[in-house]
């Protein structure tokens, strides 16, 4: 059975840093591209909206303007593991944070992503 489980979320002040964690099981990701994702449920009307992805071998990546500078994706395929650095938190990065794969080239779009976790909580304080 094939599951994303991450972690690593909780309460940060503005200004502070999360690492979260995706671990992969089931089979190898390595030949998968990655992505993170995130929702706020308070904001009416808010989807889910790209954060960040990494192709396969960990060599190219993409970022939201909203995050750029301030996020780092990555992945140790060893571990089967993906990482989201989050550094210079804003209140506006409140949401829960979900991780996806996908088979071929990396991509923004939600629907073309196949496994997902069930999410991990990032609150910042103002």
């Known amino acids: 059975q094939v599951r994303l489980v991450e972690s690593g979320g909780g309460l940060v002040q503005t200004g502070g840093s999360l690492r979260l964690s995706c671990a992969a099981s089931g089979r190898s990701f390595s030949s998968d591209a990655m992505g993170w994702f995130r929702q706020a449920p308070q904001a009416p009307g808010k989807e889910r909206e790209f954060?960040?992805?990494?192709?396969?071998?960990?060599?190219?990546?993409r970022y939201a303007d909203s995050v750029k500078g301030r996020f780092t994706i990555s992945r140790d395929d060893a571990k089967n593991t993906l990482y989201l650095q989050m550094n210079s938190l804003k209140p506006e990065d409140t949401a829960r944070y979900y991780c996806?794969?996908?088979?071929?080239?990396?991509?923004?779009?939600?629907?073309?992503?196949?496994?997902w976790g069930q999410g991990t909580q990032v609150t910042v304080s103002s």
């Open positions: 954060v960040a992805a990494i192709n396969w071998s960990g060599g190219s990546t």
């Open positions: 996806a794969a996908k088979r071929g080239p990396f991509t923004s779009v939600i629907p073309q992503y196949d496994y």
